[in-house]
C-alpha cells in the first residue's frame, strides 16, 4: 500500500476520533520537524500524531519521531504487520497495523469490485496512551502559528480538514 493510501486512512482514522482540525504533512513553524498525519482538539490542547513507516528499515532508520513526542498528548506508529514489536517501543506509544492476513486476502478480491475501508486494513495492535494532559505552551502556539498562518514557515503540503463540534 503506497504512503499516500495509508495518509489518507489514518487521516479518516483521525477525523472519526473527532478532532477539529485534522491534517497530513503538517510542519509546526519554526521547528524543522513534519508529522505524517496531525489532529488537534478545539478546546482541550489534546494533539494526536501518526507516523507512517513503509518497512521495518524506515522504522529502524529514523530516530526524529521522538522529537515528536513533545507536541502531542497521544502518539502511534502506522506500519506494515510485523515491521515494528510491540516490545520496542514505550509502553505509551501506539500502534496501527495495516497488512493483516484478512486483509491481504481482501485486497486480492478487490479486483472483484470489493471495497476496502479503513476498518478492514488498519488495524490498532497497541492503542497509545496519553503522554501528557496537554501540549506545553511553546509547542501549542508554533501549531497554531502554522495553522493560522496558512502553512508559512515549512508546512508541506498542508491540506486541513475542519470539522463542527467542540472537539474532544
Not at 504512503?3 to 485534522?22: I, N, P
Not at 476498518?119 to 497554531?144: K, N
Request: aromatic content about 12%; some cysteine; overall charge positive.
Amino acid at each position: 500500500m503506497a504512503t499516500a493510501e495509508l495518509r489518507a486512512l489514518a487521516s479518516q482514522r483521525m477525523c472519526e476520533l473527532g478532532y477539529a482540525y485534522v491534517a497530513p504533512e503538517f510542519s509546526p513553524s519554526g521547528t524543522g520537524l513534519r508529522f505524517d498525519v496531525i489532529g488537534i482538539a478545539k478546546y482541550t490542547r489534546q494533539v494526536r500524531i501518526y507516523e507512517i513507516k513503509s518497512s521495518r528499515g524506515d522504522f529502524l532508520s529514523d530516530a526524529k519521531w521522538k522529537k515528536y513526542l513533545g507536541f502531542c498528548t497521544h502518539f502511534s506508529f502506522v506500519a506494515p504487520a510485523g515491521a515494528i514489536f510491540r516490545w520496542e517501543l514505550d509502553r505509551a506509544i501506539g500502534l496501527i497495523e495495516y497488512g493483516a492476513p484478512a486483509f491481504e486476502r481482501m485486497r486480492r478480491a478487490r479486483r472483484f469490485g470489493m471495497t476496502i475501508v479503513r476498518e478492514d486494513c488498519l488495524r490498532a495492535t497497541r492503542p497509545s496512551q496519553r503522554l501528557r494532559d496537554r501540549v506545553g505552551d511553546g509547542e501549542w502556539i508554533a501549531l497554531l502559528e502554522t495553522i493560522a498562518l496558512g502553512g508559512r514557515y515549512g508546512a508541506v503540503a498542508l491540506d486541513p480538514t475542519f470539522a463542527q463540534g467542540a472537539g474532544i
